[in-house]
């Protein structure tokens, strides 16, 4: 009996303990050990937000004669000859690249005229009689001929399509060439007034020669600012 007593009370104490075991609060998982959340949906999102933004398909900032031309509203958007949309953009990127290709083959033509208007005009300084109306007449001519490659150059230059982005910030070669192309142009106009008043007025003559070769310095400087 005593035995029988004995088991029943021992059952009694450890269905007890389970009970108390039962009733004690577990330790909630810490963060750390939370699944982390999907972020497949937020990348897709992401993804979907990024497509949609486009890249602007001309530079903020053009010089007036691209505006003119080239601009949102310039004469090619207007007459519909030349359609802003990214085709079109692709198409004139070409013909920047052309037409800036020409205008370094003219830069060079047009400095090795700078080279013999020079040599002509250092000659006919000094020279008198015939010899000077030759000498004059071909420094005529030579003037023409750097007259027009120079204006073309530059007309290339002017109204060529603008880039995809513009110009960098800071100094660079670039920025060089077209700083020193206000120099040679300025000499350019200079010189060719100066010539057409030297026979009337040749005290002028050694200010021509100064605005010559200040217009020749600057020139063989820009070009070789983009050479090398």
Not at 16 to 21: F, T
Request: hydrophobic share 45%; charged share 15%; glycine share 8%.
């Amino acid at each position: 009996m005593r035995f029988f007593l004995f088991v029943w009370l021992t059952c009694l104490a450890v269905c007890s303990a389970r009970a108390q075991d039962s009733t004690t609060v577990r330790p909630v998982a810490s963060a750390d050990t939370v699944p982390a959340v999907d972020q497949s949906a937020t990348d897709l999102l992401a993804g979907l937000s990024d497509s949609t933004t486009t890249e602007p398909l001309l530079p903020r900032k053009m010089i007036f004669t691209q505006r003119i031309f080239w601009g949102p509203k310039g004469l090619l958007r207007t007459m519909n000859l030349a359609p802003l949309t990214p085709e079109g953009r692709a198409k004139e990127l070409k013909i920047r690249r052309t037409m800036l290709v020409a205008h370094q083959i003219g830069g060079f033509v047009t400095l090795a005229g700078f080279v013999a208007q020079g040599i002509l005009g250092g000659k006919l300084y000094n020279a008198k009689g015939q010899e000077y109306v030759d000498l004059k007449r071909w420094h005529e001519r030579t003037a023409g001929i750097i007259n027009v490659t120079y204006g073309t150059t530059l007309a290339l230059s002017l109204t060529t399509p603008p880039p995809i982005v513009g110009a960098r910030r800071g100094f660079t070669t670039i920025k060089l060439h077209k700083y020193l192309a206000v120099l040679h142009l300025t000499g350019m106009i200079a010189t060719n007034v100066l010539a057409g008043m030297i026979d009337q007025h040749p005290d002028l003559k050694p200010i021509h020669r100064a605005a010559a070769y200040t217009t020749f310095g600057a020139y063989a400087v820009s070009i070789a600012a983009l050479t090398f």
